[in-house]
């Protein structure tokens, strides 16, 4: 059974960094695109960024473009997102995913979604 494990939330002050973790067992990182979605309390749960399993082309949202990074380590089955220059708005819960492809995240297409972390908190406050 596809898992994936969502780590490194917490709380940070505006300005800050964050990176956080997903670590994928039961399959290999090219046999899926991995994407990243969030969820703010009240709202609908938002695509962010993706990775491609076959070229590791990459796909940002603009509500974090220039400020995230997305990168993967195949050795440690490990996709990374880096979060810089957080804002109050970018306080959510962060959810890694298998998806099809980068335009499951770009739509926001979470019912075409493989397989969800458990999801990570993550709170930009002063």
């Known amino acids: 059974q596809v898992q994936l494990v969502e780590s490194g939330g917490g709380l940070v002050q505006p300005g800050g960094s964050l990176t956080l973790s997903c670590v994928v067992s039961?399959?290999?990182?090219?046999?899926?695109?991995i994407g990243w979605f969030r969820q703010a309390p009240g709202k609908e749960r938002e695509g962010i960024s993706s990775?491609?399993?076959?070229?590791?082309?990459?796909y940002y949202s603009d509500s974090v473009k220039g400020r995230f990074i997305i990168s993967k380590n195949n050795l440690k089955n490990t996709v990374y997102l880096q979060m810089n220059n957080l804002k109050p708005e970018d306080t959510a819960v962060y959810y890694c995913?298998?998806?099809?492809?980068?335009?499951?995240?770009?739509?926001?297409?979470?019912?075409?979604?493989?397989?969800w972390g458990q999801g990570t908190q993550v709170t930009v406050s002063s």
């Open positions: 995913a298998t998806v099809r492809d980068w335009t499951v995240v770009a739509g926001s297409a979470a019912s075409l979604v493989g397989s």
């Open positions: 039961q399959f290999a990182l090219n046999d899926y695109t």
């Open positions: 990775i491609s399993n076959l070229d590791d082309d990459t």
